[in-house]
């Protein structure tokens, strides 16, 4: 346990204490330092207000708090994140290499917290490492290596400020001896990475990719099948990689990556090490977490060109899959209902008959997992025709005169709407609508349905000199399959 003493010695001055009354919480895995608050300021500085008489922390973890009101800045002394009338100082020495977090929980605002590295030469032979207004500082402090912290203020008075160091220990599998097993799939484990090492014999460079420290989990697979594992990082670079083996030295590679997912096939009663590497990393901790499952299948989808087709259309039928861990889509098959098949990511294929067939699409990735899907194809043919188109070959002007356009319709009872137009005059006249009937056209082979309109000739007919009609059939809330007969023009009628 480390100590606390108290800044300043006589009434009026900055308070400092080293002793033992401490309170350590451990929150989810973050140690918290509770101390009292802010002391009387004295108008004496603290010891440790000179780098040269920097405290000593010799004890993990260690923590101290005071006002730093009344401290200064000496000649020479760099305050690199932002100018500080304020400052003391505290010096580290690790007799082994080790991780520690120095963080100023339980500071007011406006605390500044440095790390430097000591190349000798005092305080003009330090090397800036980092800087930080709240968070943490993670660093690797090797052993014999001397460390200094300089705790400032960036504005003058009275201002509370706390310094907390602690060590942070590797996590429990970060050697391959304590490799976690996962008993079943899926498996999922967050760990604290920030101290991870690599051990003697241990790959350090997975998929080309130097790491600093790693974790090591194990897995039997009942079956054969398709293994994911994923990692989500904060805050480093890092790696997966797969093997085989029963030692550090005898580990065969079956895949490694850089990034979060690594997708390998592994044999039914094969022992499979799983090793997390990670980057290095200056800063706060470094949290993991991490999942084993069976590869999901990939997702697909098929698409259609048209939503109605007819026995006179050829389709198109569109794959569109993926694969949600990025190995990729090999091949697409389909098999069209009709007894019919076909290879390719986007195929033609022609229906023979009215009918609801179910069309499916299997795809099957690089890795040899299989995904389908399946879609019902309503076929259903619609086409009625005009076989005559009467109209006069001549009228007068204020005289009316019948029209008939006769439809056939050998599938299906439809709702037929027929429009009537005449033409118009000038380069841009067209044809403009006169009439409009709709009748039920039943379904008949051997029979015509008639549309019977009447039309009266104007005078600007007359003066035209004539006029040539239109009939267009639609097909009320059905697409005609074969919409060219469907339009027919009449020879000109002479108006008098």
Same mark, same amino acid.
């Given at each position: 346990m480390s100590t606390r003493k108290r800044w300043g010695g006589a009434p009026g001055g900055i308070t400092r204490t080293r002793a033992a009354l401490r309170l350590l919480l451990v929150v989810s895995s973050c140690a918290l330092f509770l101390f009292a608050g802010p002391r009387p300021a004295f108008s004496s500085p603290p010891a440790n207000d000179n780098f040269a008489d920097a405290d000593v922390i010799s004890t993990l973890p260690f923590t101290d708090s005071g006002d730093l009101n009344g401290t200064t800045t000496e000649p020479g002394e760099s305050t690199p994140c932002t100018f500080q009338p304020q400052t003391v100082w505290y010096t580290f020495t690790p007799s082994s290499t080790t991780v520690i977090s120095a963080d100023l929980n339980g500071s007011q605002g406006g605390v500044v917290l440095s790390a430097y590295q000591s190349?000798?030469?005092g305080i003009g032979g330090l090397g800036f490492m980092s800087c930080i207004f709240y968070g943490s500082l993670t660093f690797t402090a090797n052993a014999g290596?001397?460390?200094?912290?300089?705790?400032?203020?960036y504005y003058s008075g009275s201002i509370h400020a706390q310094f907390n160091v602690r060590e942070i220990a590797p996590p429990p599998n970060d050697d391959f001896a304590n490799a976690k097993v996962a008993g079943a799939v899926p498996f999922t484990d967050n760990v604290d990475m920030t101290a991870a090492t690599t051990e003697p014999g241990e790959p350090v460079t997975p998929a080309g990719f130097p790491i600093a420290g790693s974790a090591w989990y194990a897995f039997t697979p009942a079956e054969s099948e398709s293994l994911t594992a994923s990692v989500s990082f904060c805050c480093a670079t890092s790696t997966l990689a797969a093997y085989t083996g029963d030692s550090l030295t005898g580990l065969t590679e079956v895949k490694s990556t850089t990034g979060q997912m690594l997708t390998f096939s592994a044999v039914a009663g094969t022992k499979y090490y799983i090793q997390v590497g990670r980057g290095g990393a200056f800063g706060g901790t470094?949290?993991?977490?991490?999942?084993l499952d069976v590869t999901p299948p990939p997702v697909v989808y098929l698409y259609l060109s048209l939503s109605d087709p007819s026995v006179f259309d050829n389709i198109q039928f569109y794959s569109n899959a993926y694969d949600p861990v990025g190995i990729g889509i090999q091949t697409a098959t389909w098999t069209f209902g009709d007894g019919s098949t076909d290879t390719g990511f986007s195929v033609l294929h022609r229906y023979a008959d009215d009918g609801d067939y179910t069309a499916k699409l299997t795809v099957t990735t690089f890795d040899g997992r299989i995904g389908s899907t399946s879609q019902v194809v309503h076929v259903k043919t619609h086409d009625v025709t005009i076989t005559r188109f009467v109209t006069p070959s001549s009228a007068s002007a204020g005289q009316t005169r019948a029209i008939s356009v006769d439809l056939r319709n050998t599938r299906y009872t439809e709702t037929v709407q027929v429009q009537l137009l005449k033409s118009m005059p000038g380069p841009y006249g067209g044809f403009q609508l006169?009439?409009? @009937?709709?009748?039920?056209?039943p379904a008949s082979r051997n029979r015509t349905i008639p549309f019977d309109f009447n039309y009266t000739f104007t005078s600007d007919d007359a003066d035209i000199g004539k006029v040539t009609f239109e009939a267009v059939a639609t097909i009320v809330n059905a697409r005609d399959? @074969?919409?060219a007969d469907n339009t027919a023009i009449s020879l000109p009628t002479k108006v008098r």
């Open positions: 190349n000798g030469g290596t001397t460390y200094y912290f300089q705790v400032g203020s470094i949290q993991m977490s991490f999942r006169v009439g409009t @009937l709709t009748h039920e056209v399959a @074969l919409s």
